[in-house]
């Protein structure tokens, strides 16, 4: 697990080796977990994973580290703790030593996941399906850069430190993968997005502020390229832990919940009643609203998120409410029970209840494409499944194609342009980051394509448009079943003007009518002369251009 | 290589007038310190290989390696743990072997013209010419700082090996300053640096790594590519969050 390159797309590797490292007092926590029988689950489903007892693992310096993983010889590294570890820094640097990327490492704090008087076999079943959890993310972790950490002045410096030298500790921080990245086209989402202002854009690229960065990861999921790389908590890191908590055994009825739960408050987690399967993030307000209906496909009884209250900026807070509410109306509007999405269940009883609509989604088979993406067209394709599943149980039709189900908090949305007053500049769809809108200029017409299912409703058509204030370009932030299942439509078209001398395209008509309407009354040689000749044949007509004996 | 000019102009010398209150400027001094030998290190690898040189090169090497459970703090030495396993491992290349991968990559290629120039006017300069405007600007940047090159050097001051002696330089001055605690020296040092790592050195090494990955056979050019664009980012981001703190004293 040396520096790789991280772009955020890695497919996971299977052939990797992963070792998980225990503490050595996990095995008396609830009422005993199993650790032999994790260990045999393991070498059934997964040979590529030893787990090995670590004296101390919980400590500052875990005796022997650097030289266990080197004997190992392991790619990634989970560590199954029974608290929090409070010395990361260290053992990071124990973890580099041994030639392996901190970054990749996942800690699992079986302490607070299992608390209680909770009966051997589920102890041993929660924190099986939490270390294969992080198995999962781990394997799907595609490396990361020197970009991707800043360096943190220690709180104090000690005289007694390593011969003398100031020890920095490191915060993970994202960057940008340039080759994904719409800035060039003048996309400024993730800027926009930013709570802390930390991205700027700059000569066409976005440029991370590392200073002001405060590794909410919250950027990561605005972006509809994945151009922004968090080690840790890309969609397809999440995915693969999601999927690996959920995954069916057999035999096995107890339904889980899958909770989103920010850092800040993990530990908070004993408070939680069992049965919700932890999936910590920097920040849970980078939760976009599909990463709460799509764990719900893949076998979650219930979903819930977990909020910081006194770290989290209004903002962000309220960012996660309104994605809560469109999920739960959502499904509420597809026919589905609203309280499979929870938002702080921190007080409510677990997700073990047994009711039947909460079970409804698990009888559907798991969708078997990536369903995390934050890619619109993988959105889309997400809604539609649940609308149909929901529509209909047996899940045959497709979803009613009249409705639309609009919330200002939808993922998707639709383009409305008034023909009467776009100029047809194509700038809409220049700057679209998901290139819904999609502009071609044929011999005789210029047409502007829309397709919803591309559409995220970012709005950055709007903002460039010169003609906004007339209202010549709308966006509206709803699920419009109608477009998502027409496919990719007309939105605009107009005939091409021509130039009168050499034939060239000079502009589409409705921007050369714009164009005279602003000159007014200016002198009707230069409207002629606009109207009629190509930027090139203008300089040839020049003066001349529009009298009769201009020879074309 | 190199030698300081004491009748150079220093950066913002004579004017201390602000002693620096910072926690322990000694270990950030030692820190300083340890920079310059590892870009000292870097920039001895970019010259043209011969026994005597390359001994030295291995013996650091080994040293580096044997400080690990000390570097590892630092995010950059994992970037640089390829690069001190091919010069410490049981077979690292002969000089034979370097000095024809030297020669084939800097200096004269298979197509008479070298594949990964080690000249910043390669990467910068927009007519890609030798001796350009890019050199003098480099050069002016070392005069500032009264930096000259030794008369036996005898290569453009924008050569990497150059460079890398003059970041490792400035580290100097740099620990120097924190020593005296004067904080309007140091800052004018630590802009210095950042200035200079940000527009040359910074500004191509990932390019140079990016084409040595394709045409290195030896791996250790790459390799030691690699690591000095990892320690060049690393200490952009640490000359910054330094800046702020020097700029609150």
């Not at chain 1, 190992?72 to 392996?100: M, N, P, S, T």
């Not at chain 1, 194609?401 to 194509?426: K, M, N, R, Y």
């Not at chain 2, 298979?110 to 120039?117: I, K, L």
């Not at chain 2, 970041?167 to 120097?176: H, M, P, Q």
């Amino acid at each position: 697990m040396t520096a790789l390159r991280g772009n955020g797309a890695e497919q996971p590797n299977s052939s990797l080796r992963i070792a998980i490292l225990l503490c050595e007092h996990v095995e008396g926590l609830g009422n005993a977990v199993n650790l032999a029988a994790i260990q045999q689950w393991f070498a059934e489903h997964d040979p590529a994973v030893v787990l090995r007892v670590v004296p101390q693992l919980c400590t500052a310096r875990p005796a022997g580290l650097p030289d266990l993983l080197a004997a190992l010889a392991v790619d990634r590294i989970v560590f199954g703790l029974c608290r929090e570890q409070r010395h990361l820094e260290r053992i990071a640097a124990q973890v580099r030593q041994a030639g392996l990327d901190p970054l990749g490492l996942e800690t699992v704090n079986l302490g607070v996941a299992i608390v209680g008087p909770t009966d051997p076999e589920t102890a041993t079943r929660t924190a099986r399906r939490l270390l294969a959890g992080a198995v999962a993310k781990v394997r799907s972790y595609p490396g990361s850069s020197v970009d991707n950490v800043k360096p943190r002045l220690p709180h104090r410096l000690s005289r007694r430190g390593f011969l003398g030298l100031p020890l920095l500790t490191n915060e993970t921080v994202p960057s940008i993968l340039r080759r994904q990245c719409a800035a060039e086209r003048g996309c400024t989402l993730c800027a926009q997005a930013c709570p802390h202002g930390a991205l700027q854009p700059q000569d066409g690229e976005i440029v991370l502020e590392k200073m002001r960065c405060q590794s909410c990861a919250f950027c990561v999921t605005t972006c509809p390229r994945e151009a922004l790389f968090f080690p840790g908590s890309t969609s397809a890191q999440i995915e693969a832990q999601v999927r690996a908590l959920l995954a069916p055994e057999p035999g096995e009825v107890q339904p889980y919940g899958l909770l989103y739960v920010c850092e800040e408050v993990a530990t908070t987690l004993a408070a939680v009643q069992p049965g919700w399967l932890p999936v910590r993030l920097p920040c849970v307000a980078m939760v976009p609203p599909t990463w709460y209906l799509a764990p719900l496909l893949l076998g979650a009884s219930v979903v819930g998120v977990l909020p910081c209250s006194a770290h989290c900026p209004p903002a962000l807070t309220q960012t996660i409410e309104e994605r809560v509410q469109f999920a739960q109306h959502f499904l509420q509007a597809v026919g589905f029970p609203s309280d499979l999405i929870q938002f702080r269940p921190i007080d409510a009883s677990g997700p073990v209840a047994e009711r039947s609509d909460i079970q409804s989604l698990r009888r559907y088979p798991e969708p078997p494409g990536a369903v995390f993406s934050l890619q619109p067209k993988i959105i889309a394709s997400l809604l539609l499944e649940l609308a149909r599943l929901g529509s209909d149980p047996s899940g045959a039709s497709s979803p009613s194609q009249q409705s639309a189900f609009a919330h200002h908090a939808a993922p998707l949305g639709i383009v409305q342009i008034d023909q009467a007053v776009c100029t047809a500049c194509g700038l809409c769809a220049a700057i679209c980051p998901t290139e819904a809108l999609q502009a071609e200029t044929t011999a005789e017409h210029w047409t502007l394509r829309f397709e919803a299912a591309s559409c995220i409703a970012c709005a950055q058509c709007v903002s460039v448009c010169p003609e906004q204030t007339r209202g010549a370009i709308r966006v509206h932030r709803m699920i419009s079943w109608e477009q998502l299942l027409a496919g990719p439509r007309v939105l605009a078209q107009d005939r091409v003007t021509r130039c009168v001398r050499c034939g060239a395209s000079i502009a589409p008509a409705r921007m050369v009518d714009r164009v005279m309407a602003l000159l007014g009354n200016e002198s009707p040689g230069l409207r002629e002369n606009l109207a009629q000749y190509c930027a090139s044949c203008r300089f040839i007509a020049g003066p001349a251009a529009g009298r009769p004996e201009h020879d074309t | 290589m190199t030698r300081r000019n004491t009748e150079g102009k220093r950066p913002a010398q004579g004017q201390p007038a602000t002693r620096l209150a910072a926690p322990d400027p000694a270990a950030w001094a030692q820190l300083a310190t340890l920079r310059r030998a590892l870009y000292r290190f870097l920039a001895v690898i970019y010259l043209p290989p011969d026994e005597d040189r390359y001994r030295q090169l291995l013996e650091a090497a080994r040293t580096i390696r044997a400080d690990r459970a000390l570097l590892a703090h630092f995010h950059w030495y994992l970037h640089w743990q390829p690069l001190l396993d091919h010069l410490t491992n049981e077979h690292p290349p002969n000089v034979a072997e370097l000095l024809r991968a030297y020669t084939s990559l800097f200096v004269i290629g298979p197509g008479g013209r070298p594949s990964c120039s080690l000249y910043a006017s390669s990467y910068l300069d927009p007519d890609r010419r030798l001796a350009g405007f890019i050199s003098l600007q480099v050069e002016q940047q070392y005069r500032t700082a009264g930096f000259v090159l030794a008369p036996q050097m005898h290569e453009l001051p924008d050569h990497l090996a150059i460079e890398l002696e003059f970041v490792a330089a400035l580290c100097a001055y740099e620990a120097e300053a924190w020593q005296a605690r004067a904080a309007a020296h140091l800052r004018a040092i630590l802009q210095q640096e950042r200035h200079f790592l940000d527009t040359f050195v910074g500004s191509w090494l990932p390019e140079l790594a990016r084409r040595l990955v394709h045409d290195d056979m030896t791996g250790v050019y790459s390799a030691a590519a690699e690591a000095a664009t990892a320690l060049v980012r690393h200490d952009l981001d640490l000359l910054a969050i330094l800046l702020s703190q020097v700029d609150e004293v």
